[in-house]
Each structure stands twice: as C-alpha cells, then as structure tokens.
C-alpha cells in the first residue's frame, strides 16, 4: 500500500484531555486521500488480486466511503470499476465516486439492498466483488491502522473504534493482540439507529435491528454478518451506543475546537469519549474514521449548536 494511501496524523485533543482528565489523541483518517480510512482495504485487497481478476473489472457495494476506495484503487491499477450505492448516500460521497472514475449505481432502499444487486451484477460479469468489511485482505489494509497506533503511542491503553460491519475494529484489534499488547482495551462504538453490532454483542449472536435515519450513515446495516460478528468479538471488549444529538455535538466540536470535519460515523468516538458515555483512563486513541459530510449538512449542524 506504500504510495498509496497515508499515514494520517495521531493528533493530541487539547479540550477531549482537559475535558476528561486523560491524555486523548485523534487518529485522523478524516485526513486519507478519500477523507476515509477505507482506501486502506480497498488498495490492500485490489493490489492482492491478480492482473487477470483485475482485468475482469471491480465490483463494490458502499454507503460511500468504500466505494470511493475502490474506485481510486481501480484507477491508478489500470482496472475499471462499478460501485452500487444507496440512493440515499450523500450527494459528496457519490459524486467523489464518480471523480474517481467509477461507474456508479444508485439503489433504492439501505446498504444492505445496494450489496445484493452488487452481488448479482458481480455473478452476472465474473467481476471481481470487494466486500467493504467482511474480506480477510480489506481487514488486514484496515488494521495498518493499528501499527501506525503502536508505533505513534506505543504506551497505547485504549482505542475507540467507530463499528459499521466490523472490518476496523477487527483489523485494528487483531493487530494489537498480535503485537502483544493485550492489555489494550478495545471499545466499539455505533448509533442508536445503527445498532446492529451492539444488538450482537447483547444478544450473544447477529439479530435483526430495525434502522432508523442516522448522521452515522456509514454504519448502518440491517443485522451484523455471524462472520464478522465472531472476529469483532475477538478483539473487542466493549461496544457501547451514542445518541443522534450527540454525534452532531461531536461534530461541531470537532470544527471548533480542532479544525477537524468529520463525518457523522467518524465522530462518533469522539462523542462517545465527550458525552461522557466512556470513561478513559489514557492515553487513548479515538478513531475520526471519515470526513465525507456534505458542506450544507456540516453548516446545518453548526448552526444548531
């Protein structure tokens, strides 16, 4: 992935620190070159693929962010893409797709229907499908993660990891169990209308969750996949939910307070730490996972507060 993607900046909170008495740091994947941590799985698993796969064209299924790594990796690797979508996925995340010289489909209804007609378009062309989370070589791009954590904050206790299907929590804390520092506590968060993993973790096995509207679109999903649901139990020692009106609280202090613009499911660790539903010890480490919010949607929120 060297030359690929970046190594984004792990940059200390000073108001998180003073709020919360421990020492907060901000991994800052809202600064990728897809202002989303997912370019990293998406160039791993398409450089892993060989020329022929390639050639038979990509294939990916997004509530954006994916899909804009896809369709980045498969320009600069000479492959063509086609990225299925939500038609309700923001207007930036879809038009960046398009930039990045993807086809792009819309379909109606959530992720989990723009997945389907992925699949099928995949079986129908022999296109090769990039699953966003549950794919061992996406997993593994993602927990690169985890050594840029280790090697910037190697006194690392904690790490706060927003959860949509589980690929970043699994890949990040499989590589700190990896490297030894089991004492590192992992912690998930979703939103309450995202809830499909927390609703696992509690049930003991993926249960079906009914979805609501959420800023946090990028973690929606209608029920966790039994495969992912078992890595991400692994590696993770707690998941816990935010509220919709905190996430927009996170957001704008976010703006405010460190010049940061993060996307609804990239500030939700943020408001977990903030709004007091976690409680860290530090020196810890919050995933700002994304940045792709749209600039009325962010003016929106700033108004608000």
């Known amino acids: ?46 450089l892993l693929l060989s020329p022929a796969e390639r050639a038979k064209g ?17 320009r600069e690797l000479g492959a063509r893409a086609t990225v299925f979508v939500p038609e309700s996925a923001p207007a ?3 038009d960046r797709i398009v930039a990045f010289g993807a086809e792009l489909r819309e379909v109606p209804g959530i992720y989990d229907d723009a997945e389907a ?17 549950a794919d061992p070589a996406v997993i593994a791009g993602q ?3 985890g050594i840029e954590l ?20 699994t890949g990040i804390g499989t590589v700190l169990r990896a490297a030894g520092a089991a004492g590192t506590r992992v912690v ?17 096995g993926p249960v079906e969750v009914a979805q609501g509207p959420s800023l946090a679109d990028g973690l929606a999903g209608g029920s966790a996949d039994p495969e992912s649901y078992e890595m991400v139990r692994a590696v993770t020692d707690e998941v816990v939910l935010v509220e919709e009106k905190v996430i927009e609280g996170a957001i704008r202090d976010l703006f405010h307070y460190d010049g940061v613009v993060a996307e609804g499911a990239g500030a939700v660790a943020v408001a977990a730490v903030s709004a007091g539903v976690l409680h860290l010890r530090g020196p810890a480490a919050l995933i700002v996972s994304g940045g792709n919010l749209d600039g009325s949607r962010l003016a929106e929120i700033l108004r608000g507060g």
């Open 1 to 46: 992935m060297a030359g690929h993607v970046y190594r984004t900046p792990l940059a200390r909170s000073d108001w998180l620190s003073e709020r919360t008495g421990a020492e907060i740091y901000l991994k800052l994947e809202c600064w990728q070159r897809t202002r989303s941590f997912k370019i990293r799985g998406a160039f791993n698993a398409a």
């Open 58 to 74: 990509l294939v990916a299924a997004s509530a954006g962010n994916h899909g804009q790594g896809v369709a980045l990796a498969a």
């Open 92 to 94: 930036t995340k879809k």
């Open 117 to 133: 007609a992925a699949l099928a378009y995949a079986r129908e062309t022999g296109a090769t499908f990039l699953h966003p989370f």
């Open 143 to 145: 927990g690169t993660i």
């Open 150 to 169: 280790l090697e910037d904050l190697p006194d690392l206790r904690e790490v706060v990891v927003p959860i949509g299907g589980g690929g970043l929590i």
């Open 188 to 204: 998930g968060v979703q939103s309450e209308n995202t809830r499909s993993m927390y609703a696992a973790f509690e049930a003991g």
